[in-house]
């Protein structure tokens, strides 16, 4: 019974922590708009969280041979997969930050992030009532 009051509470949990280490990847790529030669990075929420919650397991890129790098699957332990975004605007230093595109994604996580500490709150508040009677 208790699982299944704190299975959603669970999945928005795993959802916050993704959030967060979005958050600071793209405040990396910000911060880092005018380092010649950075390469912008992210990765793919949606994957990350079915990863993280147990959901079908997302397909990492297959090495054809030996000399390929690695750019998927988890380097550290809670580590999400990272992969260099896709450059938009080629910039003379081989930087490869778009200040806008990184500054929408930077708002449109914010927004999602407390969103999700939103339905956190609700869903206790539900509980709380739930278990007082109320």
């Known amino acids: 019974m208790l ?4 299975a959603r509470l669970d999945f928005h ?15 990396s ?3 880092n708009a005018d380092t010649p030669g950075y390469v912008a990075r992210d990765f793919d929420f949606t994957a990350a969280l079915q990863k993280a919650t147990g ?3 997302a397909a990492l890129p297959t090495m054809t041979d030996n000399g390929h790098m690695r750019l998927g699957g988890r380097g550290t332990a809670g580590a ?7 450059q938009t ?3 003379q230093d081989g930087n490869s930050v778009d200040l806008d595109r990184e500054r ?6 914010s927004i999602r992030y407390e969103s999700t500490l939103r339905f956190i709150n609700g869903h206790v508040k539900t509980m709380l009532t739930a278990i007082s009677g109320q």
């Open 3 to 6: 699982e299944q009051m704190t």
């Open 13 to 27: 949990s795993q959802s916050l922590l993704l959030r967060s280490q979005r958050q600071q990847v793209i405040a």
């Open 29 to 31: 790529n910000i911060a």
């Open 55 to 57: 959901g079908a397991t």
């Open 80 to 86: 999400v997969s990272m992969a260099y975004t896709v």
């Open 89 to 91: 605007q080629p910039a």
């Open 104 to 109: 929408a994604n930077f708002v449109d996580n």
